[in-house]
């Protein structure tokens, strides 16, 4: 008999890890939402329990439950990396449009864009912009919305041109059909797998620099549960021996980047035409 | 794939072994070097405090600890008593608007020449238009009346003028110019040898000083982050550390503990007044939710003082009822029974509190109680008492909405939300300006925009005092006279919460005399008698 695995094609593997992927992705969303305030009120006769069967990831030195902080935080790390990827994916979608079929000047000020935003660290700009939108939620989503879309306007500046030239494309045109129809009918349906893509690969970025951002004090108040805040405060607490304050947060955030990496490798793969079901 | 991952754990797992060896306390041999009692005449100390702007006392230097190298007209001992330094007697006129102060005529300056009235005149003139920190508006001119007498008179009688005399330094008319905040000369006990801006401070003992000569011939003074400081405790290269509450618990080998009592206080300051006014600058004063005097009574007498010294100063602190606790002029009467939650609870439901729509929020009419507790984001104890405060009242009913922000937005919120604010001087003058109506929305004093006409009058009173005894009573009835006051069983402005012991590892066999109460500002303060620093027998 053979093994169970080699019984699944590729696809059918890329599939299945998927979807166990998004459905620990949405427990965990789910244990942060269902968690409310209460859960990390203050107890000041429990602090700095070490890890138990009431408190898993222990308390921290008001008490608090770190279990609750922490997915609290991770799904807070997770909403914004929704919001902050969906607004870069939009913006690098729009301009990569625009650069691809507008002409040269427009190609010209998108390419002068995406590499003035790359050559400058995304953390520098993340910072500043967020700093300049007054920090909080609000401040970290724009700065990630607006920091994390050059490589993937790149990516869809190319695609788009390549299918432009392409003879369907073309001979389409020749037969009279209108630009709109074009831009939606071919062009569209190709760029939209790379747009998917590109958006997934994008999450684990922007949790890591929402975390990288709380992490240096700038983003939420430092009571707020943000994964970096929590981080950033065990760094005190490690030289007294109190690791767990470090070790289940990191752990957590290190398999939620890791969870929507392979979420986005795997919708490539199922996305891919070139890959068959062998 | 799965190859890849277990190798990733591996590796993983021992990056994360080797991180927490790295991190756990070694017990190693280092100690042969600690156990050598030092028979030397010198100390390391890293106890923060550096001045931003150099040691210039006519712009601040020296307020609270010692000056080290100038010295003052009186100083407080031990018990805070005012007590002569440079002065051997002063007089205060019967109307309180001349003081007479007549000074020793021994005393050199380091550089050898003698200390006169001209000095004094010099420095009280020169603080007096640097218009700095140093508060001496009220002072109206300095004279000499001969080589060593001095006479100041004020524009109007304040018995707290004397706390200028305490804490102003006096420097040399003949060496004070540009350079002088990085190059002080004075008559201090030490003289300075090397400043390293940021790093360290390097001082000597002046041997034309004219009181009893320190013991510490020479003294280090290192400027570390809290971490650097309990690194160098550890290693034993410090004799004195000034640590955070969340260190007291670590055993240092070799040092010992110190927690000196403070007046280092920290409470809410509440906006007494009703919204809808606005400061000059069009910042809203007020909030309708804690005006009521029934929400202010009620969070004073629930809160549980004694957890928060246990919970968050780690048993390092003492119950705060007034900004002036243990202090010569408090008023013990202040005293009240704290963690009431029945009595808290009775109290807002008579007053018209109730729940009518069962959100666990109490309402009166279309008011929730409910109003947002700001804290500097930077301060870890401010954080964790706000936290624990909104914690603990909220099964009142009373919802806290806590805010970290910094001092910057604080400015623009705090005459209309409810601040973590601390305070604690030697000087009775600061709860004049915190709780005076002529200090409302004046910097960080009065922000509550608290007024009592009493009590206003209790302090023109206190001020125009020609004694301090007399002074001190009127102080008191400030606070409490039996019917009204300014503390929590008077109108309540603030709840006050707790006094932060000052902690410090000390070396063993170090004697750093009798400490008297610590005024705000955790670290300086405790060179007030270096003079007395010396090593047990």
């Given at each position: 008999m053979m093994p169970t695995l080699t019984l699944l094609n590729k696809k059918q593997r890329a599939l299945i890890v998927t979807i166990l992927a998004i459905v620990f992705l949405m427990i965990v969303i789910v244990i942060g939402v269902v968690l409310d305030k209460e859960s990390i009120s203050t107890n000041l006769k429990h602090r700095n329990a070490s890890p138990t069967f009431e408190h898993p990831f222990g308390t921290d030195w008001l008490g608090r439950d770190m279990f609750s902080r922490t997915f609290m935080g991770i799904s807070l790390s997770i909403g914004v990396g929704l919001i902050g990827a969906f607004g870069s994916t939009l913006i690098a979608t729009i301009l990569g449009v625009i650069s691809a079929t507008m002409g040269k000047t427009a190609d010209r000020i998108v390419s002068w864009l995406i590499d003035l935003f790359l050559s400058v660290p995304h953390l520098v700009t993340l910072i500043l912009i967020a700093f300049t939108f007054g920090g909080g939620f609000k401040g970290i989503v724009?700065?990630?919305?607006?920091?994390?879309?050059?490589?993937?306007?790149?990516?869809?500046?190319?695609?788009?041109?390549?299918?432009?030239?392409?003879?369907?494309?073309?001979?389409?045109?020749?037969?009279?059909?209108?630009?709109?129809?074009?831009?939606?009918?071919?062009?569209?349906?190709?760029?939209?797998?790379?747009?998917?893509?590109?958006?997934?690969?994008?999450?684990?970025?922007?949790?890591?620099?929402?975390?990288?951002?709380t992490f240096l004090g700038l983003g939420l108040s430092p009571h707020e549960p943000a994964i970096g805040i929590i981080l950033s405060e065990s760094m005190k607490y490690l030289s007294a021996g109190m690791w767990w304050l470090a070790f289940f947060p990191g752990l957590c955030l290190l398999f939620i980047v890791r969870t929507f990496d392979m979420l986005g490798e795997n919708i490539r793969i199922l996305m891919d035409i070139n890959i068959d079901h062998k | 794939?799965?190859?890849?991952?277990?190798?990733?754990?591996?590796?993983?797992?021992?990056?994360?072994?080797?991180?927490?060896?790295?991190?756990?306390?070694?017990?190693?041999?280092?100690?042969?070097?600690?156990?050598?009692?030092?028979?030397?005449?010198?100390?390391?100390?890293?106890?923060?405090?550096?001045?931003?702007?150099?040691?210039?006392?006519?712009?601040?230097?020296?307020?609270?600890?010692?000056?080290?190298?100038?010295?003052?007209?009186?100083?407080?001992?031990?018990?805070?008593?005012?007590?002569?330094?440079?002065?051997?007697?002063?007089?205060?006129?019967?109307?309180?608007?001349?003081?007479?102060?007549?000074?020793?005529?021994?005393?050199?300056?380091?550089?050898?020449?003698?200390?006169t009235a001209d000095d004094v005149i010099f420095t009280f003139e020169t603080a007096l238009n640097n218009g700095s920190v140093v508060d001496l508006n009220v002072l109206d001119k300095v004279e000499a009346v001969n080589a060593h007498t001095v006479k100041f008179t004020l524009k109007e009688a304040q018995s707290t003028f004397i706390n200028s005399l305490v804490v102003t330094g006096i420097v040399p008319k003949h060496a004070y110019g540009k350079g002088y905040a990085e190059n002080p000369i004075g008559s201090g006990p030490y003289q300075l040898v090397q400043w390293d801006k940021g790093q360290q401070l390097i001082v000597k003992v002046n041997p034309k000083y004219y009181d009893q000569k320190p013991f510490f011939q020479k003294i280090t003074f290192l400027f570390l982050s809290e971490d650097a400081t309990i690194a160098a405790a550890q290693a034993g290269k410090v004799d004195v550390a000034a640590i955070p509450a969340s260190f007291s618990k670590q055993?240092?080998?070799?040092?010992?503990?110190?927690?000196?009592?403070?007046?280092?206080?920290?409470?809410?300051?509440?906006?007494?007044?009703?919204?809808?006014?606005?400061?000059?600058?069009?910042?809203?004063?007020?909030?309708?939710?804690?005006?009521?005097?029934?929400?202010?009574?009620?969070?004073?007498?629930?809160?549980?003082?004694?957890?928060?010294?246990?919970g968050v100063l780690e048993g390092h602190g003492s119950k705060a009822y007034t900004s002036v606790d243990s202090l010569p002029w408090w008023n013990p009467e202040t005293v009240f029974e704290d963690a009431d939650m029945n009595g808290a609870k009775t109290l807002l439901h008579d007053s018209g509190w109730k729940d009518t729509d069962d959100d666990g929020i109490l309402e009166k009419g279309s008011l929730k109680a409910e109003f947002s507790l700001y804290y500097p984001a930077e301060d870890t104890i401010r954080q964790s008492l706000s936290i624990a405060v909104a914690d603990m009242i909220k099964p009142l009913g009373i919802?806290?909405?806590?805010?970290?922000?910094?001092?910057?937005?604080?400015?623009?919120?705090?005459?209309?939300?409810?601040?973590?604010?601390?305070?604690?001087?030697?000087?009775?003058?600061?709860?004049?300006?915190?709780?005076?109506?002529?200090?409302?929305?004046?910097?960080?004093?009065?922000?509550?925009?608290?007024?009592?006409?009493?009590?206003?009058?209790?302090?023109?009173?206190?001020?125009?005092?020609?004694?301090?005894?007399?002074?001190?009573?009127?102080?008191?009835?400030?606070?409490?006279?039996?019917?009204?006051?300014?503390?929590?069983?008077?109108?309540?402005p603030w709840a006050w919460l707790v006094n932060i012991d000052h902690l410090y590892l000390v070396k063993n066999g170090l004697d750093i005399g009798k400490q008297g109460i610590q005024p705000h500002g955790h670290g300086w303060p405790i060179t007030n008698n270096i003079e007395d620093w010396k090593w047990a027998e």
């Open positions: 724009i700065g990630i919305a607006l920091t994390h879309w050059p490589s993937l306007a790149r990516i869809i500046r190319a695609e788009v041109m390549q299918i432009r030239s392409a003879e369907f494309v073309q001979i389409s045109r020749k037969m009279g059909k209108s630009s709109w129809w074009i831009a939606t009918k071919h062009i569209f349906p190709h760029i939209l797998p790379q747009i998917l893509v590109g958006f997934m690969l994008l999450f684990p970025h922007a949790i890591l620099h929402e975390a990288a951002v | 794939m799965k190859k890849k991952l277990f190798r990733l754990l591996t590796v993983m797992a021992i990056v994360f072994s080797l991180v927490l060896a790295g991190c756990a306390p070694s017990k190693s041999n280092q100690s042969t070097e600690k156990d050598v009692k030092r028979e030397t005449d010198e100390l390391v100390l890293s106890i923060k405090g550096e001045p931003d702007t150099g040691f210039d006392p006519t712009t601040g230097w020296g307020r609270y600890g010692s000056p080290l190298f100038q010295s003052t007209l009186l100083k407080r001992d031990d018990n805070l008593n005012i007590v002569n330094d440079l002065a051997t007697s002063y007089e205060v006129t019967k109307d309180g608007k001349v003081w007479t102060v007549v000074l020793r005529e021994d005393v050199q300056f380091s550089d050898g020449k003698l200390l055993q240092v080998p070799g040092m010992r503990l110190e927690a000196l009592q403070s007046v280092d206080n920290r409470g809410i300051v509440f906006p007494y007044v009703k919204s809808g006014a606005v400061t000059k600058d069009g910042l809203p004063i007020g909030n309708d939710v804690t005006a009521d005097s029934a929400i202010r009574h009620a969070i004073n007498i629930a809160v549980d003082r004694q957890a928060l010294i246990d919802n806290i909405k806590v805010e970290g922000a910094s001092w910057d937005t604080i400015e623009q919120k705090m005459f209309s939300n409810a601040v973590l604010m601390g305070w604690g001087s030697h000087d009775p003058h600061e709860m004049y300006d915190v709780y005076s109506s002529r200090y409302t929305g004046v910097d960080y004093y009065n922000t509550g925009f608290y007024k009592n006409e009493k009590v206003d009058e209790y302090f023109e009173k206190a001020l125009a005092a020609t004694d301090s005894t007399e002074a001190i009573e009127y102080w008191k009835k400030a606070q409490w006279d039996g019917t009204t006051g300014l503390s929590a069983i008077g109108d309540a």
